[in-house]
């Protein structure tokens, strides 16, 4: 019997094994196919004639038509050049339209066989010498609106002048001003937004009727209507519990029934083909059908390595392509470009590594495309839950629901950290890999290059969890001269430079309590909870003299405060001791050299908030990554995760750098003085200036001397910034009593200890 239970748990053993297996590969094989369903391929469509001028596309009938504002080199009036887009890209001129010299055509809208447009002038009623430009007779100046109509080679049919039209004349003349935009078209009208009024002309150009409720408030009246490839209208709605779409009576004036589609103010709304509608964000295009819960993914800009911001001017050729335009990241020109949807099956096959983020972060999305292109065995897919989850009432939703998920144990295979996340609890659980290894193996990397201290800074128990290519200081800013040379002070010292100074002399300019006690808990939170034991220590003196110095600011700033004088003499505050101290980020040596030669005009001090420990100054991480120990992908992972450490990136990216080489290279050119290359590609240098109440300062570059101790400087700093909403709630809510003359500081202490201290061991 004993051996039937051994033989049966063993092959349960067995069976559980096989399942586990293959619900892994199964999952592999899910990550790869999503990543291949969302893949578009482009061509760029080099119609326009001027590279930083936008060529927009609309629907014609069953054809496309592209035009584009001209403007002659010579500084003349400028031409709109209609051209019909052939179904190969290609276009074929159909005519050129003078501008007008005081005014403009906008809303161009065609049905196939006509064009229409909104011509506009600018009129002034009085008299004017064309030849010295001077007034000969006073009068008004009035906007002039045209419904014009035009054949598809530029003849003219109509041009009614909008102004006229009684029904709209006596709208202008009710509301001192008259404007016409927002044009569309049905099968058989026109549309036209008329004084903040849709107003409904036919074909022929003969007024009908206002829309809406004339002189009131409603749906219909505040709607952003886009016409649909089947004839009906559909109406956008910006309300404040967030944006709606419902199907327009055009007919009646009304609005249906309303869907509220979440995150709608981050995308943009076009007519779809196989869809109501497709809609665009910063990661892709999506169809919709009014009535749904969620639109549906279309095309993903990182799966198909396409670094842009967005697209514009959406125009649909059928369900899986279309045109649209784009702006190029690095040059800034725009490109009109057809997208086609490519087949799954000629995706290549890749292993897929996520990489989850709280915010966009569109410098790693950035590298991400590049790693995708180039590398030929992983690709990263991104997951920002600022894009998913993150809505208009709840910015930090994102971030709420990816904490959830990584305590629930769906880590990604990267995570991009943020400052507010709990990252000392989530490497006490393990969670996160440790780098140090993969550095060491990687023959392309020196770990004697990196910044000790921003290393140490990043780890654990000497095991590195976090990768930070760049990083910057925060901390407060003083003159050496009143506080010594070396960094750090306490409160005790902080008070005693403050009362020894004039009445009216400020510690830092327009700070707050609330503000201060925000930065204490910012740059100098160390001193009051052990960040590797968790240990609370809010009850100390240090903490009741803490609030008892903060008890000296402001509880508000007054409007008087910001007078004439104030702003006029802004800049010398601190030169001249009105102001003792600077809340500064320091990111880069330049940044220094200002603070020290333009801000307080001698040397400085980064001496930090006052604290007990010495350590008032914090770094703050350009980027901050972890890899999941957990993860199917490590060596892809690191693969990534590598080249934001290489000298190729770090010579590139802003702020201090993990780089001690590259850090010694800017500190080469601080000592340098700014230069530009001439028409021959001579070398030309110039003053680096700044001005102090409006008197003009020259910042010389830095000596050798100044830049090799600002560099040693950089390696002192060790205290990281994080930042806990939760905890910081704790912190003011019950300080608020002291401030307020309720409580004592030191019965305010006790509260916050308790609280604090059970709130930190919840948390760890």
């Known amino acids: 019997m004993k051996r039937k239970i051994t033989l049966l748990l063993f092959t349960l053993i067995i069976l559980t094994t096989a399942g586990c297996g293959r619900k892994e590969n199964n999952s592999s094989e899910q990550e790869t196919a999503r990543s291949k369903e969302h893949v578009y391929r482009m061509e760029d469509l080099e119609i326009g004639e001027n590279p930083y001028s936008s060529v927009s596309l609309i629907q014609s009938g069953d054809e496309f038509l592209a035009f584009e504002y001209v403007w002659p080199e010579d500084g003349g009036i400028y031409k709109i050049h209609f051209n019909k887009l052939t179904k190969d890209g290609k276009k074929e001129e159909l005519f050129k339209l003078d501008g007008e010299e005081e005014g403009g055509y906008n809303n161009i809208n065609s049905d196939g066989n006509n064009l229409y447009l909104i011509k506009n002038k600018y009129i002034y009623t009085g008299q004017i010498d064309e030849e010295t430009g001077d007034v000969i007779e006073e009068g008004d100046y009035r906007d002039e609106y045209y419904l014009v109509k035009m054949s598809m080679n530029g003849e003219e049919i109509f041009s009614i002048l909008m102004n006229e039209i009684p029904e709209l004349k006596k709208m202008e003349e009710e509301q001192g001003w008259f404007s016409a935009y927002g044009m569309f078209l049905t099968d058989d009208s026109i549309y036209i937004s008329c004084c903040g009024m849709y107003t409904r002309f036919d074909k022929e150009g003969n007024f009908q009727k206002i829309m809406g409720t004339v002189g009131g408030e409603s749906d219909f009246n505040n709607a952003n209507f886009i016409p649909l490839a089947d004839g009906r209208v559909a109406a956008l709605l910006y309300e404040e519990n967030g944006a709606s779409i419902a199907l327009a009576d055009m007919e009646n004036g009304s609005i249906g029934e309303k869907h509220t589609l979440p995150g709608a103010f981050s995308y943009s709304f076009y007519p779809g083909s196989g869809y109501d509608l497709f809609i665009t964000d910063t990661y892709g295009v999506y169809g919709y059908n009014i009535g749904d819960e969620a639109p549906s993914p279309l095309l993903n800009f990182v799966d198909s390595d396409m670094a842009f911001w967005g697209l514009g001017n959406v125009l649909a050729i059928n369900e899986k392509e279309f045109y649209a335009t784009y702006d190029d990241m690095d040059t800034g020109e725009s490109h009109l470009a057809k997208f086609i949807k490519v087949d799954p099956a000629d995706v290549k096959d890749k292993k897929v590594i996520t990489l989850a983020m709280a915010y966009t972060d569109w410098g790693v999305r950035s590298q991400v495309i590049k790693f995708n292109k180039a590398d030929e065995e992983y690709r990263i897919t991104i997951q920002d839950y600022s894009s998913l989850y993150a809505t208009e009432d709840d910015y930090n939703a994102g971030i709420t629901r990816l904490n959830a998920d990584i305590v629930s144990g769906k880590v990604p295979d990267i995570l991009l950290l943020d400052e507010s996340m709990p990252v000392e609890s989530y490497m006490n659980k393990g969670l996160f890999e440790n780098l140090n290894p993969y550095i060491e193996k990687d023959s392309e990397l020196d ?269 002192s700093f060790h205290q990281v910034s994080r930042y806990d909403e939760s905890l910081d709630q704790i912190i003011s809510e019950e300080a608020a009593a002291y401030f307020a003359g309720q409580k004592s500081a030191e019965d305010v202490a006790r509260i916050i200890q308790s609280r604090a201290q059970i709130y930190v061991n919840e948390t760890r």
């Open 447 to 715: 770990l004697n290059n990196f910044m000790p201290n921003i290393m140490e800074a990043f780890s654990q128990n000497g095991k590195l969890y976090i990768l930070v290519p760049n990083f910057s200081i925060r901390t407060l800013v003083a003159k050496t001269s009143e506080v010594g040379q070396e960094r750090g002070w306490t409160v005790q010292e902080a008070m005693e430079l403050w009362d020894s100074k004039p009445d009216g002399t400020e510690f830092l300019n327009a700070s707050t309590q609330t503000e201060m006690l925000d930065s204490c808990m910012r740059m100098a939170s160390s001193q009051f909870i052990d960040p590797k034991s968790g240990k609370c220590s809010f009850d100390s003196d240090e903490f009741i003299q803490m609030l008892e110095f903060i008890n000296r600011f402001p509880k508000e700033i007054g409007e008087d405060y910001y007078s004439d004088d104030y702003w006029e003499n802004y800049d010398s505050q601190w030169r001249e001791g009105r102001v003792l101290t600077s809340y500064n980020y320091v990111g880069d040596f330049r940044d220094y050299n200002i603070t020290k030669k333009v801000t307080f005009g001698e040397d400085i001090t980064l001496i930090g908030f006052p604290s007990s420990d010495g350590d008032g100054s914090v770094l703050v991480p350009g980027n901050e990554f972890a890899m999941s120990s957990k993860s199917k992908n490590k060596d892809g992972a690191w693969k990534f995760l590598r080249t934001f450490i290489t000298e190729e990136y770090q010579s590139e990216i802003y702020g201090f750098t993990l780089s001690i080489s590259q850090l010694k290279e800017r500190a080469k050119k601080a000592m340098e003085k700014p230069y530009y290359e001439d028409e021959n590609g001579n070398k030309v240098e110039y003053d680096d200036t700044a001005y102090v109440d409006g008197v003009e300062i020259i910042i010389d570059p830095m000596t050798q001397e100044e830049a090799d101790d600002f560099l040693n400087q950089l390696y």
